[in-house]
């Protein structure tokens, strides 16, 4: 039922899905205090607060905006996006050297591996959903020619280092909050998040280079600009200087386009098991 619900609306042109996502978006915005609120306490935290209402409104567009990403033609979906710097990511491959792609919860995230696999293959770390009937939708439009997924557990994180060490690039979540175990405490906008260690220790296999990206959504369904920006931080000392340095390039780069970050995520959230950082735990 899920999956022919979201095939009905892939066939909605992309303009008239972020319509519907920018009603959707003040929806659920009005409707639950808790995402008011994690919005309102985020984005002033950051020092953004200022663009609060498009924020509302392109949080509604990421949602609107899955069915044409995840179950459209990927040719149609393909025909929407266009490549920024994509120098950088070929010249790397040309070296022989493997690539980290970190892509935050920043634009349209979901678009950029499947761009990246129509040029080269791609492995993704991903999560696998809970409900059992969202599987067939979320792995059956993850899983493209040249995209593979690797389950976030260490059986895919061996296949990560498996296939990076070979020269070959992998995509991780940098700014989703890991289990017990799988992050350190790092400041992110001014405030202690528990943060994966796994791009650092990724990145030191085999000579890897780190690249950021993200996908900007355009206005009025215009498509979007998939941009590879440099990792300019150091990589030196210990997870949590690593996990700091790695924090800082996501606030450049959500610096760029605060408005379509995904604030309402409670990045702030203390994992089961893990205990709270100290500021907090005084």
Not at 55 to 69: Q, S
Not at 171 to 184: A, I, K, M
Not at 268 to 282: C, I, S, T
Request: glycine share 8%.
């Amino acid at each position: 039922m899920l999956l022919a619900t979201f095939r009905f609306f892939s066939i909605f042109p992309l303009p008239v899905l972020h319509a519907l996502g920018s009603a959707l978006g003040w929806l659920v915005y009005l409707l639950s205090p808790s995402v008011r609120r994690r919005m309102r306490e985020n984005m002033a935290r950051a020092g953004f607060e200022q663009h609060l209402p498009q924020a509302v409104a392109e949080a509604g567009k990421a949602i609107a905006e899955l069915p044409f990403i995840w179950c459209a033609d990927p040719a149609r979906v393909s025909r929407r996006a266009r490549i920024e710097n994509w120098e950088l990511v070929q010249s790397t491959l040309d070296a022989g050297r493997g690539i980290v792609f970190l892509t935050p919860h920043l634009g349209c995230f979901e678009i950029v591996a499947q761009e990246i696999a129509l040029r080269q293959e791609l492995m993704v770390m991903y999560r696998p959903p809970k409900k059992e009937a969202m599987k067939p939708l979320i792995e059956g439009a993850r899983a493209r020619k040249n995209l593979l997924l690797a389950p976030a557990n260490m059986g895919g994180v061996r296949m990560l280092a498996k296939f990076l060490k070979k020269g070959l690039p992998i995509g991780l979540l940098p700014d989703q909050v890991p289990q017990e175990g799988e992050g350190v405490w790092a400041d992110f906008f001014g405030k202690a998040a528990y943060t994966m260690t796994l791009p650092a220790k990724m990145a030191q296999l085999g000579d890897a280079v780190v690249i950021v990206t993200y996908a900007e959504r355009l206005p009025l369904g215009r498509g979007y600009i998939i941009r590879f920006v440099p990792f300019t931080g150091s990589l030196d000392g210990d997870s949590a200087q690593q996990a700091r340095a790695i924090n800082a390039a996501m606030e450049q780069l959500i610096a760029r386009n605060p408005a379509q970050y995904y604030w309402s995520y409670n990045r702030y959230k203390v994992p089961a098991g893990v205990a709270a950082p100290a500021q907090e735990a005084a």
